[in-house]
């Protein structure tokens, strides 16, 4: 059994393409129900976000891996509408074994992400997995590898400081409004300027506000943008008397002027008896006169005084990677371990079913004949007596193999041995399929430190 | 054995006042900031232990707890102690307690081991107990007031300075302001009680010594400005610095008129 990852992301492919990719909520269901009916993955799951689509599976061993990756390359091409996998071959990347763990790893720790150590992937992965337990398409090792990844995301956010600080303009203001104002679901947020860039900062500033007003010298595209975001759109013209009610001002006009004067914000502060007012003037040139940062009670904030708190941000999170990345390798390396103990486990079963089998048969063939007249009492010592034989005996033998296994990654070589010395190929099938079910997985689960 | 008991709670109390100010100072100089979060809650529990050291040592001297200046002041440091533990749940303003903790291990040493223990019978009076009380009372508030005008006073030059690596270590300013004005007006009607009780009193032991106008004058400033701060407030939505200064200046005013009485107890002198 082999994990490996198939997909693109904004590393490796245009937005045109990640977006023909991504698998909304209702799209999802039909995804996962095309993949986990490939009989080439045992299990799978799709993870889709606007920077990454990625499909992470597992398949039945070295042989069956190039069709399991044939197999993903075809279902995302045809997810995309491309006519073959080889249309996206260039902007996919494949990771098979331990470099598909690490990554899937280092993706739920926000590792790999474009905003290093966003907490928002890690709900996207819970999301993916989710879906894919809902869909049967997750059991036993690829399950736990992704819940492991879970852990593993919440111990490199206490451990290290990969989430600390603020990192977009956005944040940044939101942040900075939480340092004025101790209720910010109890103030108004005036948005200046219907564009972009307005608006992205107005869905961070205007979730949590009691109310959102934008104020656009088109009031056409002021009242569209209001109903796109359940605001109030205000005429140009009332400007100053939309200062007095607001509390944070987001300035984004491509006005060349400055459309807030410092005499109109000191009538407004008059008004407002005093009230904070935060101006955050994301345009450039600038909305805001400068001087009004200047009186009692006003803050401004321009696109650079933001900018430099980004990037202390930014600058703050990357010095984390290291500490970060030696987690990951840590939680890699276990969660390895675990899964060679997964390779030998079937045939340590199957060697102590093929020992009792063996010696339970002798023993009930003696009871049956020389031994008929021993009595009850003797029969259940002497079976007691066996039983405790085939444990002693293969004590040893089944203990190497695992501390093999949890050492190197030559152990299925010394399974296959003993397999092929004590003729278990049958059993050990047997059991590879319990595995597939999960059982033995769950088993062994308790093996893997938390 | 009381005497023994007495030592147990003062070495706690200062321990945990001690640590709470450690804490404090940490946390607003970058460090110690996983561990700080504790250091309102040792505030919290400084208050009944300096509660019940202050009842067992008032019962070794056989004195009561506020005819001493400098043990007055501990009792006022633990009201200050006592309110900031309740309003802190309510104002967010934890920082405040940076003052709050080391002001009250102050206080609790000062009464302790600096001047004697003030017992003139000639000062004794039946409105004594409602000056002192109220005045500690008031005291206490305007300590938390001048702390969060304090806080608010640092939080502004970084936001004015536009110092964003370092405004997360403060509260809202906004918290600062409303904390800052509520102290006030709680204090203020103890204030003015304190004042008028000690008006009274200084009539009944028919004291009029220069120090004693001097204090007196000083006590009405304070009432003066504090009022004012309130009046226009109210009246022309002052606040922010300009209240912040205010209450700060209030708060000195009070502050030179316990000096009076400081060193009136140091030096023996006459009260009023």
């Known amino acids: 059994m082999i994990i490996v990852v198939v997909g693109l992301s904004h590393r490796t492919a245009p937005v045109e393409l990640r977006e023909r990719l991504v698998a909304g909520a209702d799209a999802l269901p039909a995804v996962l129900a095309r993949l986990a009916g490939r009989e080439e993955l045992a299990e799978v799951m799709f993870l889709s976000t606007c920077n990454r689509v990625e499909v992470v599976a597992l398949v039945h061993g070295e042989g069956a891996l190039d069709q399991g990756l044939a197999a993903i390359r075809e279902e995302l091409a045809r997810h995309g509408g491309a006519a073959s996998g080889d249309q996206l071959a260039p902007y996919l990347y494949e990771k098979r074994g331990d470099e598909a763990v690490r990554h899937v790893f280092r993706v739920a720790a926000s590792l790999d992400s474009m905003v290093l150590g966003e907490p928002q992937i890690l709900g996207q992965v819970k999301d993916a997995y989710d879906a894919a337990v809902a869909a049967g398409a997750l059991r036993g090792t690829l399950g736990r590898c992704v819940s492991r990844a879970f852990a593993l995301a919440k111990r490199v956010r206490t451990e290290t400081a990969i989430g600390a600080g603020t990192v977009s303009i956005s944040s940044v203001a939101v942040e900075l409004a939480r340092r004025i104002f101790v209720d910010l679901d109890e103030r108004v947020v005036l948005l200046l300027g219907a564009g972009e860039m307005a608006e992205a900062a107005a869905r961070s500033l205007g979730k949590g506000a009691r109310a959102l007003r934008i104020c656009n010298r088109s009031f056409d595209r002021a009242a569209v943008l209001a109903r796109e975001m359940q605001a109030a759109a205000v005429p140009w013209e009332g400007l100053e008397a939309e200062l007095v009610q607001a509390d944070v001002v987001v300035a984004s006009t491509a006005s060349a002027r400055p459309v807030v004067t410092r005499d109109m914000v000191r009538r407004a502060m008059k008004a407002r008896r005093g009230r904070s007012l935060l101006f955050v003037d994301i345009a450039v040139p600038r909305n805001v006169e400068p001087e009004v940062h200047a009186i009692d009670n006003v803050y401004v904030y321009n696109v650079d005084d933001l900018e430099e708190e980004v990037g202390r941000g930014m600058k703050a999170r990357h010095a984390e990677v290291d500490a970060a990345e030696a987690i990951v390798a840590d939680e890699v390396a276990q969660f390895l371990v675990w899964t060679r103990g997964l390779e030998v486990q079937p045939t340590v079963v199957a060697l102590r079913a093929k020992a009792r089998a063996v010696l339970f048969s002798e023993l009930e063939r003696s009871l049956g004949g020389r031994l008929k007249h021993l009595a009850e009492g003797d029969r259940a010592a002497l079976t007691q007596m066996v039983e405790s034989g085939v444990n002693k005996l293969l004590h040893g033998p089944t203990t190497k193999l695992k501390a093999r296994a949890a050492e190197r990654d030559d152990a299925g070589d010394l399974a296959a041995a003993v397999r092929f010395l004590f003729d278990l190929e049958e059993a050990a099938a047997v059991q590879q399929a319990a595995r597939g079910e999960g059982e033995t997985a769950r088993d062994d689960d308790e093996r893997l430190p938390n | ?272």
């Open chain 2, 1 to 272: 054995m009381t005497l023994e008991l007495a030592n147990v709670l003062f070495a706690a109390t200062a321990a945990v006042y001690l640590a709470a100010s450690v804490l404090f100072v940490g946390e607003l100089g970058g460090h110690l900031l996983a561990a700080a979060r504790w250091a309102p809650r040792l505030v919290a529990l400084g208050v009944p232990l300096h509660a019940a050291q202050i009842v067992v040592w008032s019962m070794v001297l056989h004195v009561c707890p506020v005819e001493g200046i400098h043990f007055a002041l501990s009792v006022a440091s633990m009201f200050v102690c006592f309110v900031y533990a309740i309003a802190r749940l309510r104002f967010r303003v934890d920082v405040v307690g940076a003052f709050v903790a080391p002001q009250a291990l102050a206080f609790l040493l000062a009464s302790r081991f600096v001047g004697p223990v003030d017992d003139e019978p000639r000062l004794r009076s039946a409105i004594l107990p409602f000056h002192v009380a109220s005045s500690l009372l008031g005291i206490a508030l305007f300590t938390l007031a001048f702390a969060a005008a304090v806080g608010y006073l640092l939080q502004e030059h970084r936001l004015k300075n536009k110092n964003l690596a370092r405004i997360q270590r403060l509260p809202p300013i906004d918290a600062l302001d409303r904390a800052e004005h509520r102290f006030l007006v709680a204090g203020f009607p103890l204030l003015t009680i304190g004042i008028l009780t000690g008006t009274i009193w200084a009539r009944e032991i028919e004291a009029g010594s220069l120090p004693g106008i001097a204090r007196a004058v000083l006590s009405y400033a304070s009432w003066a400005l504090i009022g004012g701060v309130l009046l226009l407030r109210a009246a022309a939505g002052w606040r922010g610095r300009r209240a912040a200064v205010g209450a700060i200046l209030g708060f000195g005013l009070a502050m030179l008129v316990l000096a009076f009485y400081l060193v009136r107890s140091l030096v023996g002198g006459v009260h009023a």
